[in-house]
């Protein structure tokens, strides 16, 4: 056996150490190099500021969207007890979809009927006839919107809220009556509308189309500096429609001859209203 000494040892802890010294050198330079070289790749200074991006933007980014109507509170959208589905304004806009029924109808899953009266939803294949929607739950930023009557959910141009006041839609898929209670049996949908720091001020839009179709819309919308944020819209929309319709069922010299003349006229007004302050919130509409 040998038995190293200390004044050996400490030599030889010295040795070792010059040559690791030696080694790490290279890395020590180049480590130093590229942290010089990093600002002059031109990529801007950070701001305190987030970057504000949309809902589409958010998943392409890896980023997880937060939902709400689930569980009645805000969790991620990959920890939600249910299928959730969201379409956002931005959806909307690049679409084009201009009833809340042809928003419904781009969602894998749902499909609409018109019979130039009311829309209908359908889920998953079920649609029964004569079933005004009262299998569906229709909530506006989270509060009941079916009627008491028939329990109808308003989709169509029945709608009480235009479509470019939607922030976002929320579809939660299956049965969440045990949350929900009544009509929540195919499924909940919840429209988010946007808030008065989405306006910052005032717009207007005006569309034509076919049929003498002419829609008109005023919003305005302020957050101010107490906190206080409100916002207010109207719309209205008069179409003539069709002037002859035939349907071959009716073609009687009793019924007209199978001929709906002037029978396919359309037109809704409606107007909506939220203001905010702290955690009170009113909202209302028409």
């Not at 949309?54 to 939600?80: C, D, H, R, T, W």
């Not at 209908?120 to 005004?132: A, H, I, K, N």
Request: glycine share 10%; net charge negative.
């Amino acid at each position: 056996m040998h038995i190293w000494h200390m004044p050996q040892l400490g030599k030889i802890c010295s040795v070792l150490a010059c040559i690791t010294l030696i080694l790490l050198c290279p890395v020590l330079v180049v480590a130093q190099t590229e942290s010089k070289e990093a600002p002059a790749t031109g990529d801007p200074t950070p701001t305190s500021e987030p970057i504000q991006v949309s809902g589409e933007e958010a998943m392409l980014l890896g980023e997880i969207p937060i939902v709400f109507s689930a569980a009645k509170y805000e969790q991620k959208i990959n920890e939600a007890p249910a299928s959730v589905t969201l379409i956002t304004a931005e959806q909307i806009r690049k679409y084009g979809y201009r009833t809340f029924a042809q928003v419904l109808q781009s969602i894998p899953g749902l499909f609409t009927t018109y019979d130039r009266n009311y829309d209908y939803l359908g889920v998953r294949g079920f649609s029964r006839p004569g079933d005004y929607n009262s299998r569906v739950l229709l909530l506006i930023d989270g509060h009941r919107l079916n009627d008491a009557v028939y329990d109808q959910a308003p989709i169509g141009t029945d709608s009480p809220i235009d479509v470019d006041l939607i922030e976002r839609v929320e579809i939660v898929r299956g049965p969440s009556s045990s949350l929900y209670g009544t009509n929540a049996f195919f499924g909940v949908i919840n429209v988010i509308t946007k808030r008065g720091r989405d306006i910052k001020g005032a717009e207007g839009s005006w569309e034509n189309s076919s049929y003498t179709s002419n829609k008109g819309r005023l919003t305005y919308g302020q957050k101010l500096s107490n906190g206080l944020e409100f916002i207010m819209s109207g719309s209205y929309y008069y179409s003539v429609g069709q002037q002859n319709l035939f349907y071959q069922e009716f073609n009687t010299p009793d019924q007209n001859n199978g001929i709906a003349h002037r029978m396919d006229q359309d037109t809704f007004h409606n107007f909506f209203a939220k203001a905010s302050y702290g955690d009170f919130t009113f909202q209302g509409g028409m």
